[in-house]
């Protein structure tokens, strides 16, 4: 089973509105947490990273928030705009005696409509 | 400065052949990681690599499946004897290396284009 699951799977608004994607994990002891937009055919992008304790971390029209007690993590989009048509991916990572550990939830596929 | 490069883009294979995919990384990060992406799936972490080191290799395939981060040249994540399962496409990340005191998974990564690899 997944650690981290996004939801929703896919989500249509018109260009121009407002939009939040969800983002819940099971991972412990919880390291850090990443937002990454990822373009039709190319790699990912990173759009936020959060600690523990941090609770919110904006970049331009993209504002991450995290709540650490409930596992639960949102990305808000204002204002939207064509070019935010994207798979939008949440990323968590935790602290592991060795080694790498992140772990990749499936994205949320956001199309923008005029 | 460039980012990271991944090349092919694209790559065909029958089944049975052999697959090279390569990885630049980005000027100055000494940590390249590999991911697959299944279709309709997220990204699964294969490898993590220092120069000419492997330091986590939990998501290789047991068989068919090598990586390699040599002193100079690129990455490269090597399928052998590719079968249809092995269709997918193949990202490529690099970081720095962690400032002091941090670990390598508070380091931000930054992706290549990917190779798309489809096997006959």
């Known amino acids: 089973k997944n650690q981290v699951e996004q939801s929703p799977q896919s989500l249509i608004i018109l260009e121009g509105k407002n939009c939040t994607l969800q983002?819940?994990?099971?991972?412990?002891?919880?390291?850090?947490l990443r937002w990454y937009k990822q373009d039709t055919g190319r790699g990912p992008v990173s759009l936020t990273i959060?600690?523990?304790?941090?609770n919110t971390k904006s970049n331009g029209r993209y504002t991450a928030t995290l709540d650490a007690d409930t596992k639960q993590s949102s990305l808000h989009i204002t204002a939207s705009q064509l070019s935010d048509s994207a798979s939008y991916i949440c990323v968590v990572s935790w602290i592991a005696n060795s080694g790498y550990a992140l772990n990749f939830g499936k994205g949320t596929s956001l199309l923008v409509t005029p | 400065n460039a980012g990271v490069m991944q090349n092919p883009r694209h790559l065909v294979r029958r089944r049975g052949q052999e697959a090279r995919l390569r990885c630049s990384p980005m000027k100055g990060h000494s940590h390249v990681y590999w991911y697959r992406q299944l279709p309709e799936e997220g990204l699964k972490f294969m490898v993590y690599?220092?120069?000419?080191?492997?330091?986590?290799e939990s998501g290789m395939p047991k068989e068919r499946f090598s990586a390699e981060f040599p002193k100079e040249g690129p990455s490269i994540l090597r399928i052998q004897q590719v079968v249809r399962g092995d269709s997918a496409a193949y990202f490529c990340a690099s970081s720095p290396p962690p400032k002091t005191g941090d670990s390598v998974v508070q380091n931000e990564q930054f992706f290549g284009p990917g190779t798309r690899l489809t096997v006959l």
């Open positions: 959060m600690t523990f304790s941090e």
């Open positions: 983002c819940n994990y099971t991972v412990s002891p919880f390291s850090n």
């Open positions: 690599l220092q120069k000419e080191n492997i330091i986590d």
